[in-house]
C-alpha cells in the first residue's frame, strides 16, 4: 500500500443478517470508486451464509471483523472516517439504540456514535416490524445522537436496496 493510500479516508461497513447482505460488494465496490478504503465489520449471524465473505475480503483486501480481538492483539483497522450499517436490521437498530453492545458490531456502533464520525444506516425491516413502537422509539434515539437514516426497506415493492445512497449518507467534503 503506498503512503497515498494510507491518506484516503477509511469507511466501516457493518453488515447485518438480512437476505439482502448477499450484494454488499456493490457497496464496497462504489465506496472504493469514491475514494474511501475500506474495513468489513458484520454480526455473528451475518457471518452465517448471509454473504460472500471470500468476495468481501477480496474486495477490501482485509479480512473481516466479526469477533472481538484480544487486548495484546494489533489494530486491524484504522479508526473509521465513517461508517455504514447496510443491511441494517430491526434487531441491530434496537440494540444500539438501546446501548447493548454485545456483539462487536453493536460495540463499535456503540462506541463510533459518541465519537462525532458520521454514521449512515440503510434499514432492511419488513413493513410490519417497522410499525413496532420499539423501533420508532430507536429511530429517534439514533437520530437524535446524529445517526442519519435513508429509505426503509423491506423489498416488497420490488425497489432496490440503497447499496450506493447509502455513501450519500456519510459524504464528507474533502
Request: with cysteine; net charge neutral.
Amino acid at each position: 500500500m503506498t503512503e497515498q493510500d494510507e491518506q484516503r479516508p477509511f469507511l466501516y461497513v457493518v453488515v447485518c443478517a438480512a437476505g439482502i447482505a448477499s450484494g454488499v460488494g456493490t457497496l464496497i465496490g462504489a465506496a472504493r470508486e469514491r475514494g474511501w478504503r475500506v474495513g468489513v465489520i458484520a454480526t455473528p449471524h451475518a457471518m452465517n451464509g448471509f454473504f460472500d465473505t471470500a468476495a468481501v475480503e477480496a474486495l477490501t483486501g482485509r479480512p473481516i471483523r466479526s469477533a472481538w480481538r484480544r487486548p495484546d492483539d494489533p489494530r486491524p483497522f484504522p479508526d473509521p472516517d465513517a461508517v455504514v450499517v447496510a443491511p441494517a436490521t430491526f434487531n441491530t437498530i434496537n440494540k444500539w439504540a438501546a446501548g447493548i453492545a454485545d456483539t462487536l458490531a453493536l460495540g463499535t456502533l456503540c462506541e463510533v456514535t459518541a465519537t462525532g464520525v458520521p454514521v449512515g444506516v440503510q434499514p432492511c425491516v419488513s413493513a410490519a416490524l417497522a410499525t413496532h413502537p420499539a423501533y420508532r422509539e430507536s429511530l429517534i434515539r439514533l437520530r437524535g445522537m446524529g445517526v442519519r437514516f435513508g429509505s426503509p426497506y423491506d423489498g416488497a415493492d420490488g425497489t432496490e436496496f440503497g447499496w450506493r445512497p447509502a455513501l450519500d449518507l456519510v459524504r464528507q467534503e474533502r
